[in-house]
């Protein structure tokens, strides 16, 4: 933004210390930014999400220097599976023959205690300063409405008023940042909420991440390494008054009707707090406004069926730093607003296939015959589940599945289709999935 006329606590105020919080103040730091982050939590502390980055996202890991020591906490994730309501499954591994490579071959599932506080941690080491149980709870403005920091409230209630040059919204799902500045939009369709819990004694869980559609919500399950396994259901948020008052016994009762689900749950025993989070599908019409900046969930959120938090927070903090830096770098209001264009569309260059891909998914998994058919295909050409789980894995570029060629393939009726005779089905009730034991 333009020089400021009065003093200020900081250049850049981040809000929230997320992986997009904390990747915005790292690279910002680490460009010679004042920066200051904000987060009503303490850290190491527990999240609902379903806690897997992509083979792309070790890029940034290690760029951060964080990759060395989260790798060892973690499980690595050759691919992903996808079971459909009939019964099909279908593989798509990282490593395969359509020539596109990530940084690793592999992605990684890990709880979100050991990754936050690790990336806080970098960004601390970068010259950012970290706040903790610090709750924002209002943007404050200059007598021209623009925003010139926040107002925070500390442990013992009491109120401030903190300046910056570019306050940075990277507070989550339900942004306070985007609300106050008028931004936050919802997709009226579809709008969904997630069970997120974690379990010991999971039978069956190999290395891939698992997707389950069923009639009536998706599960994702994954090994988080320690012998921890995460289980992310999503229902349509007409359901979540059924499990309001008790959502651990909800998920218990639901994994347990699925024949092909109960056995594996037979012995398991949560480890730690169910959490409940959505509704999902908001964004913001535009990820800016006069002194401020949105990065991550704040930004977008679509949909959790394709993974796409943790990489999306991590790759924005790039982008919104080196925006953020030529917004306040400039000499004018029209130079500041026309940095906070170039971060738009940026972010549409960067995001913009994988957004309509996340639409097109969505509307995909809500919708059985879309997905049966869909998943069949994959399971009888392995090459269409490898491009599509490249995608989710960031390293595939998106017009590789929006092509019309490979969405004919994938949804139009092929000989073989039909039936259950399929080598790649699910058969009996205590079986797992093929090539998943």
């Not at 919500?217 to 289980?231: E, I, K, L």
């Not at 948020?237 to 109960?262: C, E, N, V």
Request: aromatic letters at 6%; one cysteine or more; glycine letters at 12%.
């Amino acid at each position: 933004m333009p020089a400021a006329t009065h003093s200020t606590d900081c250049d850049a105020l981040v809000v929230g210390g997320g992986p997009a919080g904390a990747s915005t103040a790292f690279q910002l730091a680490r460009r010679g930014v004042s920066v200051r982050v904000l987060d009503r939590a303490r850290f190491p502390r527990a999240k609902a999400c379903a806690e897997c980055l992509s083979p792309q996202a070790s890029r940034l890991l290690h760029d951060m220097g964080v990759l060395e020591t989260i790798e060892p906490r973690a499980a690595r994730m050759s691919g992903i599976t996808v079971r459909s309501p009939d019964g099909t499954v279908a593989r798509g591994d990282y490593a395969s023959a359509h020539g596109f490579r990530a940084f690793r071959d592999h992605g990684l599932s890990v709880r979100r205690e050991i990754l936050d506080a690790a990336l806080l941690d970098s960004a601390r080491r970068a010259g950012a300063r970290v706040d903790e149980g610090v709750r924002v709870v209002d943007l404050a403005r200059d007598a021209a409405g623009v925003v010139c920091g926040v107002h925070v409230q500390d442990d013992d209630g009491r109120v401030r008023e903190l300046s910056a040059r570019l306050v940075i919204g990277a507070d989550g799902l339900h942004s306070m940042v985007a609300k106050r500045l008028g931004l936050t939009r919802a997709w009226p369709w579809p709008r969904r909420i997630a069970i997120v819990s974690h379990y010991r004694d999971v039978a069956n869980v190999a290395d891939r991440v698992e997707l389950h559609v069923e009639r009536d919500g998706f599960v994702g399950v994954a090994d988080v390494g320690d012998g921890v396994t995460t289980v992310a259901a999503v229902f349509p948020r007409s359901r979540a008054r059924q499990f309001a008052g008790d959502a651990d016994a909800f998920l218990r009762r639901w994994l347990a009707s699925k024949p092909h689900m109960a056995p594996r749950f037979e012995r398991a025993t949560p480890d730690g707090a169910v959490r409940v989070t959505g509704p999902f599908a908001s964004h913001a019409r535009r990820a800016w406004s006069p002194g401020a900046f949105l990065v991550g969930d704040a930004a977008d959120f679509f949909d959790p069926f394709t993974g796409e938090g943790i990489y999306a927070g991590l790759r924005g903090g790039e982008l919104a730093a080196e925006y953020a830096c030529l917004a306040m770098d400039a000499v004018s209001h029209r130079g500041a607003e026309a940095a906070g264009r170039g971060y738009d569309d940026a972010r549409h260059r960067e995001f913009g296939g994988k957004w309509r891909v996340e639409q097109l998914v969505g509307i995909g998994v809500a919708s059985p015959l879309i997905t049966n058919r869909a998943t069949r295909a994959m399971a009888a050409h392995k090459p269409l589940a490898d491009l599509l789980a490249g995608v989710t894995g960031d390293f595939v570029p998106p017009r590789e599945v929006l092509r019309p060629g490979f969405l004919a393939r994938l949804l139009l009726p092929f000989p073989g289709s039909a039936g259950s005779g399929h080598e790649s089905q699910v058969t009996g009730h205590g079986s797992t999935m093929a090539g998943h034991a």
